[in-house]
């Protein structure tokens, strides 16, 4: 959809950031045509690495969003070389972050209003991606509903988001998409995580 601006807001966009919008546009809907919700998608071509690259594309690719929403969104300085399918965990990331965004705009402009995304190695040769803000959090009562299909607390949520994530974080990868209790901002947390896979 469009970002809606206030006219308000005094917002001056350039030529350029025009052009790097409708370039953006282009990367996610080319992502976003690879993904055929609920199973039944080609592998996709995983190639070596880096995780720090990966994320300032996501960065990059939500950057004007999250300007718009007045949050801060940062890449957190663990770096890991891995193989993987860029466009797959594009696509999980960037879904990961919108939903940040979002939430942590809900929060009062004086307050910390934050994103992080960053990545982990773990003992058992797997990766996790890590995307924590400073937002409400999420309820003990919707915690355990915010993977079902059609669940959504955004008042016109479609609710597919983070059950599509997460089936392709599981699919493809047999990894997991959690919500962790404990994280680097005090807002949600979501880890994915993902096995390589040969």
Known sequence: GKASLSMDEKITISQNSMEQTAVQTEILSSLFNQIEPFGGRKRGRPKEIQTSDLIQ?????MQVEADDRGVELVAGDTDVTTRLDEAEVLTVLVNLVQNALYWTATQPKDAERKVIVNARSNPDSSLTFIVSDSGPGVSDEVRGHI???YFSSKPDGIGLGLSI?????EDIYGGELTLVQEGPLDGATFEATFRRRV
């Open 165 to 169: 994530v997460g089936n392709m974080v």
């Open 147 to 149: 993977f079902d299909p």
């Open 57 to 61: 594309n996501v960065i990059s690719i």
